[in-house]
């Protein structure tokens, strides 16, 4: 075998492995993703959780996020208009996983106006001015406060209720479910209890079309 | 046409050629190795291992360009990459046996290097296939280096 023939040989070997590896790897870790999942059901949704949508909606897109995580701001419209798409179809059940520092504040402040019937206002407020308070990787709750003015929520009623003891044991809860799913980075979601196979917006398209499509029969 | 002495003999070079061949073979599986472990394991990747990687990701580009046309001043730029690394990995592996202190320990934020993410049959970890990588393709090109004529 000449040099060249050799060398070549040797590339597309390595690079064929490497590729085999990953398929492989890939493969594997989804069926585990799929397992865990099943084998933690109870872990999905919570009585506690805030949700959008028709409770007999078919398809639920349980979606785990951080309210200063860039990604999952600029995946809230995209999954707002897939409910906008098929009306009454989906349902959204949000889970937090505030991993960002300081992100936990803004948590308890979302779960605060929930109490005053306006937490998809407030979210949609703070998701639109995150830039504003996210700070370095970290969220910086003292500059979120005025975003969620006139939206004609009782501030100082706010600021009591973000300190209640079951905000704390919300997101406590929230957590214990992400790491029994084995969810490390935001946004996650799960359709019908299935995760994305990987992470990204046509994934999410084809999980949830496959789900629409199942529930049409 | 006449082959005069100043030709290189083509036997020795084939040697050569080959043992810089088998050098880039290693630093290419490791390189893919690393970037397995790092992008489709998704491992975290601490201090250490970068410095590893920063002298052993170029070995895979340097080396084949000495094989076509064969130049053995290859080994003159690749060699002090290898060493570099070799000794990086055997601080790293000192690191993770404890037999460095804590506190020469370079990585202050992120991952700690003397935490073992892998362990395969009880005492192959990744800094331990470093070394081995880094001491196989100095090893390959030291002999290359006195198996070549000048």
């Not at chain 1, 490497?18 to 919570?46: D, H, P």
């Not at chain 1, 897109?61 to 906008?84: G, H």
């Not at chain 1, 003015?149 to 997101?171: K, N, T």
């Not at chain 2, 290693?26 to 998704?42: I, Q, R, Y």
Request: contains cysteine; positive net charge; proline residues 6%.
């Amino acid at each position: 075998m000449n040099h060249k023939t050799l060398f070549i040989t040797g590339l597309v070997g390595l690079l064929l492995v490497f590729i085999a590896g990953t398929l492989f790897y890939t493969a594997q870790k989804e069926k585990q993703a799929v397992q865990a999942a099943e084998a933690n059901r109870a872990s999905l949704v919570r009585m506690h959780s805030p949700k959008l949508g028709k409770a007999s909606a078919p398809v639920v897109i349980v979606e785990f996020f951080d309210p200063a995580c860039e990604t999952c701001r600029r995946f809230y419209p995209l999954v707002k208009q897939m409910m906008a798409q098929h009306p009454g179809k989906i349902r959204l059940v949000l889970r937090y996983t505030p991993f960002h520092g300081g992100s936990d504040q803004i948590v308890a402040m979302l779960e605060a106006s929930r109490k005053q019937h306006k937490f998809w206002p407030a979210l949609t407020a703070l998701l639109t001015s995150q830039a504003d308070w996210v700070q370095h990787h970290t969220a910086n709750p003292s500059l979120a406060w005025k975003h969620l003015e006139g939206l004609g929520l009782d501030l100082d009623q706010l600021r009591v209720d973000m300190a209640a003891p079951e905000i704390s044991q919300v997101i406590a809860q929230d957590i214990e479910d992400a790491q029994t799913l084995n969810v490390t980075k935001t946004p996650e979601f799960f359709v019908n209890g299935k995760p994305l196979p990987s992470f990204g917006y046509e994934q999410l398209k084809t999980l949830v079309d496959e789900a629409l499509k199942a529930t049409q029969y | 046409m006449n082959t005069t002495k100043t030709y290189v003999p083509i036997r020795e070079n084939t040697k050569a050629w080959t043992l810089i061949f088998s050098a880039w073979l290693v630093a290419s599986a490791s390189t893919l190795g690393a970037l397995f472990f790092g992008e489709v394991m998704h491992l975290p990747t601490c201090v250490l291992c970068w410095y590893q990687r920063i002298f052993m990701f170029p070995l895979v580009l340097i080396l084949p360009i000495g094989l076509f046309p064969f130049d053995r001043n290859v080994l003159r730029y690749a060699m002090p990459l290898a060493g570099i690394g070799f000794l990086i990995a055997v601080f790293h592996m000192l690191l993770i046996a404890g037999l460095i202190p804590e506190n020469i320990k370079p990585c202050a934020q992120g991952v700690p290097c003397s935490e073992t993410v892998i362990e395969w049959f009880g005492f192959v970890t990744i800094p331990l296939l470093s070394v081995l990588a880094f001491l196989g393709i100095l090893l390959l090109l030291i002999t290359a280096y006195f198996r070549s004529s000048k």
